[in-house]
């Protein structure tokens, strides 16, 4: 059996690393002062890491749990066949969370997911959605606003939904995001351009059903479709999966927006995967990613979001995923790893 590591981003700062047997009664880390979206995201980040770790070693794998903070101890994982990387970020920012894979790479160490390139690229929101505009991917119209508009930006139709520009988690996307007037726009865009100190990306809101389309492999396979069960949101509500939906299990929005089987005609549902087998050769995406969808009422089919480095947890998406193609988690981790792994064979091979 291959000897694996599973390595995720750790809550608080350590002596640069925390490398552990993955105890289920060790007590959880305690948080550092970073956003609550950044503490929520880790805490469950840690959660999926364990996860991994069980079920790898329930298949028998010789596997270590490796937390990281501020830096990925590489001089602790040449001795391993391939990497699950987990990490969402180092140091408690998220924008580094292209870093992680830039240190596994430049150390030579196989690992699964998307490498440096694509997860920088997809951090920047305006990047990612030139890249996809260029390659013909169908996106909602928008702009990238860097101050606050004094008169509503022409071309953009209304409704629109204003987005920080550098953020994943949906990091400051609350129901006031979605906007009508020029009043909501300025004011959602204040809290992008000055709480937050970036960017505003600001794009149409389609209001229709939200599609999840999972990526699995390289080159990447379509598993069957996900959709956002919006049935339950109140009617004064916009239908979006906002920071609450995500993040805070008590929230109305977290228990009136689960992710459930998609049931769509044959002929949109090809449409939705070749969208999203497009988006993923735009961007460079291998291994694991997840490509948000909205289908708008005419039959239109609008790229929303790509995240490069979806939760790999047993509960999430992305495993319901996997479950209805038929795949075990612990198949799907195989999945998951294969590319990485057999860069480790080639790698042992060449030394020895």
Not at 209 to 219: A, K, Q
Not at 332 to 349: D, I, K, P, T, Y
Request: include cysteine; aromatic fraction near 4%; glycine fraction near 8%.
């Amino acid at each position: 059996m291959p000897k694996l590591a599973v390595v995720y981003s750790v809550e608080r700062p350590a002596a640069e690393a925390l490398v552990t047997p993955a105890a289920a009664d060790e007590p959880p880390a305690s948080p550092v002062p970073v956003s609550s979206a950044v503490l929520a995201s880790r805490a469950d980040n840690e959660n999926v890491a364990r996860g991994a770790v069980t079920a790898l070693r329930s298949a028998g794998h010789d596997v270590r749990l490796v937390g990281v903070w501020d830096r990925v101890p590489v001089e602790e994982l040449h001795d391993v066949d391939a990497v699950l990387n987990l990490c969402e970020g180092l140091g408690g920012e998220s924008s580094r969370e292209a870093e992680a894979a830039q240190q596994l790479e430049d150390a030579g160490i196989p690992f699964s997911g998307n490498r440096a390139h694509a997860l920088g690229l997809c951090q920047k929101k305006e990047r990612c959605r030139a890249r996809l505009l260029e390659a013909g991917v169908p996106v909602p119209a928008g702009l990238v606003l860097h101050s606050v508009p004094t008169t509503w930006p022409e071309g953009l139709p209304a409704p629109c939904i204003v987005k920080p520009a550098w953020e994943d988690a949906s990091e400051g996307i609350d129901h006031k995001a979605v906007v009508n007037d020029l009043a909501g726009l300025q004011e959602a865009v204040s809290r992008v351009v000055f709480g937050m100190k970036e960017p505003a990306l600001v794009e149409q809101f389609i209001d229709g059903r939200e599609l999840t389309v999972s990526l699995l492999g390289t080159p990447v396979q379509a598993l069957p479709l996900g959709e956002i069960d919006f049935t339950r949101v109140r009617s004064d509500r916009p239908r979006i999966v906002c920071y609450a939906a995500k993040w805070v299990p008590t929230s109305e929005e977290y228990e009136t927006t689960p992710s459930v089987t998609c049931r769509l005609d044959a002929a949109t549902t090809a449409r939705a995967k070749k969208i999203a087998r497009n988006a993923a050769a735009a961007l460079g995406l291998t291994d694991i990613a997840r490509i948000d969808m909205r289908l708008d009422k005419r039959g239109g089919l609008y790229v929303i979001d790509v995240n490069p480095n979806c939760d790999l947890g047993q509960d999430a998406g992305f495993a319901k995923a996997g479950h209805r193609a038929g795949l075990t988690y612990v198949e799907l981790l195989h999945r998951v790893l294969e590319r990485a792994l057999a860069s480790g064979r080639q790698r042992q091979a060449k030394v020895g």
